[in-house]
DNA sequence: CTCGAAATTCTAGCACCGCTAGCTTTCCGA
DNA sequence: TCGGAAAGCTAGCGGTGCTAGAATTTCGAG
């Protein structure tokens, strides 16, 4: 009875998540307010801060989700690939089909930035295992074991500059795989 | 008389974009609303819409001067220093001084991302300028001169990427400078 | 089965947002 | 000095995130 309603109440939390997430995915970030996603999930604005503190706190779960996603996808493309060139190729492609396929995702993950820190105590531990996937990757390609930290954080960087600059349309059509070969062959090999 | 009116106009103008610039600044632009702007400047909200069509103009107008100085700040570096290894260094430094020094204004330009476009009639000239200044940078450490562009495209994306990261607070602190090493001797080299 | 406290949910409202219709004031040439 | 034009303001619209307090539902004790 009392497990009844903890599971009822556990399942509305993430249709609070899956709502907004799906939201922001069809309409951008802009549309989604208390309002109407109190009216989505046929409950009144109230409920929701009953599951989180504010607004912030909403778009930092569905953040979080995005996390656990993108690692995962990282780390299933590590695994299909073993050989060298390739796999590094694949774990950047990996990165940025994600950011393209979820515009919105990526956008709560890292544009609108709630104050979600890395390496601290409070940040999700899916966060640093996307950084890690990362890491893992470029362990092939530096000599130097004491150099991977910064190189993956060099590494990402560049990637998250791909993904926000070709998602605002700031760089020229048609010419990705370029860049990504670009990439790969001067800075990852 | 006429003449002066339209002086005052323009000073007027100006010091709009120079509140906004200030209050974003000091405050975040959260912080920049029209009642507050219109408290600053001493004028009513109406006359803000006189000078602009909405509030994402005011905001345009704030980025374009960033685009403006970035471009200049570039060219200053460029010209100082002639020798290869440490006229690339020298114009990296410069592009992530201005997005440390400037973190609102920067916001304006790449984060807030009002509909501005790149390569349209429509886009400021700085716009273009700023990256003219990165690509002939480049130009000295690409051989093939057909890859110039994809080259400074991936430069680019990769300081961008450098600048919001570390202002988000997600690259570990005190490594800056390895990390701009790295991105120096391995990509831009 | 009934009652009443506790838990849950809703209504209604606050202060603020971007933006604008329409009134009031100021300007300036005839 | 006057009157039309230009300039600026007041007040208000529909929206935002968020919350106090009223209304409802739940559910165990008697």
Excluded: C
Aim: no cysteine; charged share 25%; proline share 4%.
């Amino acid at each position: 009875m009392q497990q009844r309603r903890e599971r009822d109440r556990a399942q509305r939390h993430e249709l609070i998540i899956s709502t907004a997430r799906e939201l922001a995915e069809a309409e951008g970030w802009d549309a989604v307010t208390t309002r109407r996603l109190s009216e989505r999930i046929e409950y009144s604005q109230p409920v929701l801060y009953s599951h989180f503190a504010n607004k912030d706190a909403i778009v930092a779960a569905v953040a979080e989700q995005g996390f656990v996603e993108l690692a995962a996808a990282m780390g299933a493309a590590r695994r299909k690939q073993v050989e060298r060139p390739a796999l590094v190729r694949a774990v950047v492609d990996a990165y940025l089909d994600f950011a393209a396929a979820n515009p919105a995702l990526y956008d709560a993950m890292f544009t609108l930035d709630i104050g979600l820190r890395f390496a601290q105590p409070d940040s999700p531990p899916a966060l640093l295992d996307g950084f890690r996937q990362l890491s893992v990757t470029f362990e092939a390609v530096v000599e130097d074991p004491a150099e991977i930290g910064t190189f993956t954080e060099v590494g990402w960087a560049a990637l998250h500059g791909l993904a926000t600059l070709t998602r605002a349309g700031r760089l020229s059509d048609g010419q990705h795989e370029a860049r990504v070969d670009l990439l790969v062959t001067r800075l990852l090999s």
